[in-house]
């Protein structure tokens, strides 16, 4: 019996593409140096998934047992929303 795994990333959809939500501990993604909880998965076996959903980028993690599975991810990426404040022109 050949059974489906996964490598242990929650994905999220957001605005600017598919996010790690979580990582599950003792996955193979836990053990993987570079991946963290807040980066962006660009692709997946050498596949662009920027434009894809975070269910659809999950079904290609999946796979048989053992097998192997490439990600790319964009690391580091912050969005701050800054609030900005407008000048009073008539009073300059």
């Not at 079904?59 to 599975?69: A, F, N, R």
């Amino acid at each position: 019996i050949d059974f489906e795994a996964g490598v242990g990333l929650v994905l999220q959809d957001e605005f600017h593409g598919v996010m790690i939500e979580m990582i599950e501990a003792g996955s193979s993604a836990a053990e993987a140096k570079g991946i963290s909880r807040g980066d962006y998965v660009l692709e997946v076996n050498n596949s662009d998934v920027t434009n894809r959903s975070a269910d659809q980028v999950e079904s290609l993690l999946l796979g048989k047992e053992g097998t192997t599975v490439t990600v790319v991810v964009q690391v580091n990426v912050v969005f701050c929303p800054a609030p900005l404040c407008l000048p009073d022109l008539q009073n300059n």
